[in-house]
């Protein structure tokens, strides 16, 4: 029987009970990191599989540093809690699995991070589909900017930037589209509001660099090691022209939340012949396996929570 339950102030307890105050800073503006991380039930083999859990830590010590966040806890103290909680809670479905580190004191009117003080906590939840299609997905290209590096890092998590996938993200689904995709200040693509991208044209990977103000994704980082290592695709780095992804034999999406998810549609135009494609498809089932402990190439991307 599953439990929620809630690791707050140093302890595990009932979910109900982990309750910040209406000061609390990172309420109020925003200053907190987080990450998404994924709990993929294997039921052949009765395990749940954490996928990258370390790399998702690092990111988001990484974070922590930019914000000021200081977090008693190293990255392999917070793998362990985080297996410790998915023992406790005994979820056997697919989980997400969100940590956050916070600016915590209870104040306002203060902008200074150095003053103020940081805690952690974590929750999960169950967690199935995360995009609503069983086929390519029907995108925009979104009037909202993707935020800067020069404004807010768009390389980490941090809780506040996401208001600007936020916007974009409702301005498509109340328009009808399923995503959106964002452009750079100066108009080149950089990535969904929620999810990395990458381009197929002719049998060639493209993908926009970091530094075209999107996230450092370990689900991106995860399809180029699958594309390069078990298809012998080459993948490349480059700023990408919105123009580009009309034209492309295939488009697809990378995320935590959303896995791998081919574009059918951008902007009421068909990409390739409107369904998933094959390239896409390949590394999706790939990806799949090796989500769950199934591919013997990528059980290292695994931690098994049951062993624990």
Not at 41 to 69: A, I, P, T
Not at 138 to 162: A, E, F
Not at 243 to 252: K, M
């Amino acid at each position: 029987m599953s439990s929620s339950l809630a690791f707050f102030k140093g302890k595990i307890l009932p979910i109900e009970e982990a309750q910040v105050n209406v000061m609390t800073h990172a309420l109020h503006y925003g200053t907190a990191v987080f990450e998404g991380i994924r709990g993929n039930w294997n039921k052949d083999q009765k395990k749940l599989y954490v996928f990258r859990m370390q790399e998702h830590y690092e990111r988001m010590k990484q974070g922590c540093s930019m914000l000021m966040l200081d977090i008693p806890y190293s990255v392999e103290e917070l793998c362990q809690i985080t297996l410790e909680l998915i023992k406790k809670c005994g979820y056997q479905e697919d989980l997400y699995i969100r940590p956050l580190a916070y600016k915590s004191d209870e104040l306002v009117a203060n902008l200074k991070l150095q003053e103020i003080g940081s805690d952690f906590t974590l929750i999960m939840v169950p967690f199935g589909q995360y995009l609503e299609t069983d086929g390519a997905l029907n995108c925009c290209t979104s009037s909202w900017r993707r935020v800067d590096d020069t404004n807010v890092p768009p390389r980490l998590k941090i809780s506040g930037t996401y208001v600007n996938g936020i916007l974009a993200k409702t301005e498509a689904t109340l328009a009808g589209f399923d995503e959106a995709i964002m452009l750079t200040q100066d108009g080149f693509v950089s990535e969904g509001s929620g999810e990395n991208i990458f381009v197929v044209i002719d049998n060639h990977i493209y993908t926009p660099p970091v530094s075209d103000s999107n996230l450092a994704g370990i689900t991106r980082d995860s399809a180029i090691q699958i594309a390069k290592s078990n298809l012998g695709l080459e993948i490349i780095e480059r700023r990408i022209r919105r123009s580009e992804l009309y034209l492309a034999d295939e488009v697809f999406l990378t995320g935590t939340a959303a896995h791998i998810q081919g574009v059918g549609r951008l902007d009421n135009r068909i990409i390739g012949d409107g369904n998933k494609g094959l390239i896409t498809s390949k590394i999706d089932k790939i990806y799949q396996q090796a989500i769950r402990g199934n591919h013997k190439d990528y059980i290292h991307w695994c931690t098994s929570a049951l062993n624990h």
